[in-house]
């Protein structure tokens, strides 16, 4: 049985959907009542990944976690990860983790989310991807108010990933143990600007859309205003700065599941009714 934190989640939610189409037990972190959403085959169990202490009875016989960073105590959660005898972690982190950059706010939670994995005497797989394609998910409300959509970083190629091809990597590194040890940096098949994105998902939605490119400064205004500094600060040390080039599509997922990554359009095709 494997349990699956951020189970509710873009990529939680395709790991759990992975593991029962490989016929496991699968159980899902929940914070609450039983999520709607949930598969009906999956069990959901509560705990808070902020309180290790409330996880034991959902760590309870598993044999493999997915887990999620980030959290207050990452050390904690292992703890409580190595006391119920789990045999494998397997941990969602990014592709900045490999900078090894503390000042920056998103590298930083990832790095030390790796080194609490790392220091927890659990077996352990670390998965970095690229920009996640459900990302995109965030123009909802401006195509559903028309179709124009602004967007920072506009001349900025990412081979992004389908969170569909996260999961089955996941699946995978939980169920074998080749992949103990191992760090996998995970890619979609084709660097997009997103320009590129919105051309290919308006052909999905039967649209004209268009992108209206943020200069720096009105999206640090927007940002600022949504996130916390540290982290305005980050995604532009990232992708003003240079210090993060996810532009150069890997092989790291045909290599472990046998094909290619899903590219955007059919992320497009298979979320279209989400922008409905």
Do not use: C
Request: hydrophobic share 45%; aromatic share 6%.
């Amino acid at each position: 049985m494997f349990l699956v934190t951020g189970a509710t989640g873009n990529v939680g939610g395709e790991v759990v959907r992975a593991l029962i189409e490989s016929d496991e037990e699968v159980r899902a972190l929940t914070r609450g009542p039983r999520p709607p959403s949930l598969p009906s085959e999956a069990e959901a169990v509560t705990g808070d990944l902020d309180r290790p202490e409330t996880l034991s009875g959902a760590l309870a016989g598993a044999r493999g976690v997915f887990l999620l960073p980030g959290y207050r105590d990452m050390p904690g959660v292992l703890a409580e990860i190595r006391t119920a005898g789990v045999e494998h972690v397997v941990l969602l982190s990014g592709s900045s983790a490999a900078s090894g950059d503390t000042s920056n706010a998103v590298s930083a939670y990832m790095i030390a989310s790796e080194a609490a994995v790392r220091a927890s005497e659990v077996p352990w797989t670390i998965l970095r991807p690229y920009g996640l394609m459900s990302n995109t998910l965030r123009w909802l409300a401006q195509l559903r108010a028309g179709d124009v959509v602004r967007e920072p970083f506009a001349n900025v190629p990412v081979a992004m990933i389908d969170p569909y091809d996260i999961a089955a990597v996941a699946a995978q590194a939980l169920r074998f143990e080749e992949h103990e040890g191992k760090v996998h940096v995970l890619s979609g098949p084709e660097p997009l600007l997103p320009a590129d994105r919105l051309l290919i998902l308006g052909k999905s939605l039967g649209r004209e859309l268009h992108l209206d490119a943020q200069s720096n400064d009105d999206a640090r205004v927007q940002m600022s205003n949504e996130m916390p500094q540290g982290y305005v600060d980050a995604f532009f040390d990232f992708y003003v700065g240079g210090a993060l080039d996810e532009s150069q599509p890997l092989p790291t997922v045909q290599e472990i599941i046998g094909r290619r990554p899903r590219s955007f359009e059919q992320w497009a095709t298979a979320h279209a009714e989400a922008f409905q």
